[in-house]
């Protein structure tokens, strides 16, 4: 997102456009079956036990990231053949204790994008909208993510986007009879502006 880019273009980029999350059927079911119950999903982005979800869990999912800072969900813009944006993935920009916490300027990045629509470089270019969004919407000056040490693909793109180890929680994720670290990483405004060529 450029300085002077125009506000008609806050919520999109060149493929995707990010809408809020509705408690709706249709958001419901989307989160049921792409990301709740996705395995891959359940393996690779967090700590719960795995086991099939419920619409409930789902509701009570999208109520959780309705109380986020940002929570969208991320869409495919629509093609003249569509009749409106098709979701794709999830995307959250959320902090602890937010009430208690806003002078720190600092917030918890996290995404999850359904099977078909991995490996097309969605993921770098939502993350890339949603960096931009934290520092020059929410004036925020720090955004951390997390990735377990199995997950090589989400590590190397955090990477590849400009966030910094910081280190890990070691051996904090058991499965499939392995123990894994959770890897922690950053990127700053100013490393952030480094990246877009933003000059003072």
């Given at each position: 997102?450029?300085?002077?880019?125009?506000?008609?273009?806050?919520?999109?980029?060149?493929?995707?456009?990010?809408?809020?999350?509705?408690?709706?059927?249709?958001?419901?079911?989307?989160?049921?079956?792409?990301?709740?119950?996705?395995?891959?999903?359940?393996?690779?982005?967090?700590?719960?036990?795995?086991?099939?979800?419920?619409?409930?869990?789902?509701?009570?999912?999208?109520?959780?990231?309705?109380?986020?800072?940002?929570?969208?969900?991320?869409?495919?813009?629509?093609?003249?053949?569509?009749?409106?944006?098709?979701?794709?993935?999830?995307?959250?920009?959320?902090?602890?204790?937010?009430?208690?916490?806003?002078?720190?300027?600092?917030?918890?990045?996290?995404?999850?994008?359904?099977?078909?629509?991995?490996?097309?470089?969605?993921?770098?270019?939502?993350?890339?909208?949603?960096?931009?969004?934290?520092?020059?919407?929410?004036?925020?000056?720090?955004?951390?993510?997390v990735?377990?040490?199995?997950?090589?693909?989400?590590?190397?793109l955090?990477?590849?986007?400009?966030?910094?180890?910081?280190?890990c929680?070691?051996?904090?994720?058991?499965?499939?009879?392995?123990?894994?670290?959770?890897?922690?990483?950053?990127?700053?405004?100013?490393?952030?502006?480094?990246l877009?060529?933003?000059?003072?």
């Open positions: 997102m450029a300085p002077d880019s125009p506000v008609k273009t806050l919520f999109t980029t060149e493929r995707l456009v990010f809408r809020a999350v509705e408690s709706t059927e249709d958001d419901t079911a989307f989160f049921h079956k792409h990301i709740m119950s996705d395995p891959v999903y359940q393996l690779c982005y967090n700590r719960v036990l795995p086991k099939p979800a419920t619409l409930k869990n789902a509701e009570d999912y999208i109520k959780s990231i309705q109380e986020t800072m940002l929570g969208v969900i991320i869409c495919l813009a629509p093609s003249p053949a569509d009749a409106k944006p098709i979701p794709i993935g999830i995307l959250c920009v959320s902090s602890d204790n937010m009430r208690d916490m806003h002078q720190h300027r600092n917030a918890m990045m996290s995404i999850a994008l359904a099977e078909p629509f991995r490996g097309m470089g969605y993921g770098g270019e939502a993350i890339n909208w949603a960096l931009d969004w934290a520092f020059r919407a929410a004036n925020l000056h720090r955004i951390g993510i990735a377990y040490s199995y997950n090589i693909d989400a590590l190397k955090y990477r590849k986007l400009g966030f910094v180890d910081e280190g929680d070691r051996q904090v994720l058991y499965r499939n009879r392995a123990w894994y670290d959770a890897v922690r990483l950053s990127i700053l405004e100013d490393e952030w502006e480094k877009r060529g933003i000059e003072h």
